[in-house]
């Protein structure tokens, strides 16, 4: 039997504007776990992609006079190219246009039909266009859409619709029983919502209206609706009704990482499909918050897109990562602001991190020849060895239970901790009485192993600057560390040469 991979998803990005900050938020989450894991010696599956169809990307194409397929062509090297800028090691990039997804939709779209779960109705409602959202009398608010108060248009139309309602009362049962829906606030939210009925989903939409969707199997009038369409890819790219022994080795998904405003559709629609489908349902879909900037979402439409890739020019890919898992809890809006992201940068990454490889680099560099001292042991007994140490051990529990934040905050207790054992030890002052040498050559073989065990630690969150320092000191930049005991030793060997270099977080003042 082949083992089961780790398997975690992003949502698939709608291709009708380019990435901004939410975007790259969502990635570098899943990139952070995704490289956690594979440190922990787990094979790791990761998946993202982009949502490709549906009215708004045909509207998209329509004002660029472009066909569908050339706009989505065009949108989706700007994702492509924002992954790579904030490194993100994904193992598989899928669009809803692929043959194979389509064509994964179609079969199972045959199945639920042969097996009772759809059927074909006269649907009366009202459509929110940029929400590409039907709406019954009931649910509009004051005449208006209510998800974004925009004005709808009554429509009458043939579709085709899926069963949702036939399961409300398992879903309501297996939200309660399982620990599927994170944060707890969110399941809440969805519990509250599966106490009205539900309705039954239009799956389709009338070809007349919107040519820019997979053909349905078996209308030739009809297109399938977009979130039905796309929430497939996460079986789809697994190999559901294509290959059984991948599906086998990689469904059922680990982790599915949403944003809060797409959790209904993830957190109902996609578990109800699953179940009608027999397919065995993800562990855990969790839900993290939006970026605000003054109080409003980040988003195109709002018209405040904050733009990642000249925050990475500026900052550099590392402070961007890590302001945005240390400045909020998964879950929890956060503010953003350039000057947040400066002010982290100046006091966490320059002032803590990159001062504390300064200053042990170059008093290594004048106290001996920057070549790294034995460690005795006098300098085992020192509480910043330990500290650094119990690093794994602290932060593994953290980083299983999907809290980035709490793992940097420890992290950077030790960081804290190696800086006030440089003003306790006074290198400098040891230096100058030749009786002291011990002390001296203690103090820096236990601070070398301070940072070297904070940059393995830091490969999953922040990896250019964690391999700049292990490759400074001629270590490996690949690790895998599968339990506390591979960690809690010296990494070390005395004599090896370590380099200085480039300040790793230049002062904000000398880059500007
Ligand atoms: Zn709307």
């Known amino acids: 039997m082949t083992e089961k991979k780790y398997y975690l998803t992003t949502p698939l990005y709608y291709v009708n504007a ?64 924002l992954w790579e800028t904030l490194g993100i090691q994904y193992d598989y990039f899928i669009r809803t246009t692929d043959e194979a997804h389509k064509k994964s939709v179609q079969n199972i779209l045959k199945d639920l039909e042969a097996k009772g779960e759809i059927y074909k109705a006269s649907y009366k409602g009202w459509y929110c266009t940029p929400c590409e959202s039907f709406w019954t009398k009931l649910q509009l608010k004051e ?24 399961y409300q009362d398992w879903l309501i049962k297996y939200i309660q029983e399982n620990d599927f829906i994170r944060p707890e606030i969110r399941k809440n939210e969805i519990l509250g919502f599966l106490r009205e009925p539900l309705e039954d989903l239009c799956i389709t939409r009338p070809r007349a209206r919107l040519a820019w969707g997979i053909d349905y199997p078996n209308s030739k009038d009809h297109v399938v609706y977009v979130w039905f369409d796309a929430l497939i890819n996460y079986i789809s790219a697994a190999g559901f009704m294509a290959d059984d022994k991948k599906f086998r080795t990689l469904w059922p998904a680990d982790l599915q990482v949403v944003g809060k405003d797409i959790l209904r559709q993830h957190a109902v629609y996609w578990p109800i499909m699953l179940k009608a489908c027999g397919v065995e349902m993800p562990k855990l879909v969790l839900a993290h918050g939006w970026w605000t900037m003054e109080g409003a979402k980040v988003s195109k439409s709002r018209g405040n897109a904050v733009d990642p890739i000249e925050l990475v020019k500026k900052y550099s890919v590392d402070a961007l990562r890590y302001f945005l898992m240390r400045e909020v809890t998964i879950g929890n809006d956060g503010a953003f602001s350039e000057d947040l992201l400066a002010e982290r940068y100046t006091s966490d990454l320059a002032n803590d991190l990159g001062n504390l490889w300064f200053r042990f680099t170059s008093m290594l560099e004048k106290y001996f020849a920057g070549a790294i001292p034995a460690l005795e042991k006098t300098g085992e007994k020192e509480p910043l060895l330990s500290a650094s140490f119990k690093l794994w051990e602290k932060v593994t529990p953290l980083m299983v239970a999907y809290d980035p934040r709490e793992a940097l905050a420890v992290v950077w ?9 440089v003003e306790e030890k006074k290198p400098w002052v040891l230096a100058k009485d030749p009786a002291k040498k011990a002390g001296l050559s203690q103090a820096l073989a236990v601070l070398g192993e301070a940072v070297i065990h904070i940059a393995v630690i830091l490969l999953a969150f922040m990896p250019a600057t964690a391999a700049k320092i292990l490759e400074r000191s001629q270590l490996p930049k690949e690790w895998i560390v599968k339990t506390e005991k591979d960690f809690a030793r010296t990494f070390l060997k005395s004599g090896t040469k370590i380099e200085r270099g480039e300040a790793l977080f230049p002062r904000l003042e000398e880059i500007k």
Do not use: W
């Open 18 to 81: 380019k990435p901004h900050i939410g975007h790259a938020y969502t990635n570098v989450l899943c990139d952070t776990f995704a490289r956690y894991r594979r440190f922990l010696g787990e094979d790791v599956f990761f998946l993202t992609g982009t949502d490709e169809h549906g009215t708004k990307i045909e509207k998209a194409a329509r004002e660029q006079s472009k066909d569908p397929r050339t706009y989505v062509d065009e949108m989706v090297p700007q994702f492509k190219s």
């Open 143 to 166: 005449g208006k859409c209510p998800d974004c108060g925009r004005d709808v248009q009554e429509l009458s139309e043939e579709n085709y619709f899926f069963k949702l309602s036939k």
């Open 413 to 421: 207790s030790v960081i804290v901790m190696a800086n006030q054992f």
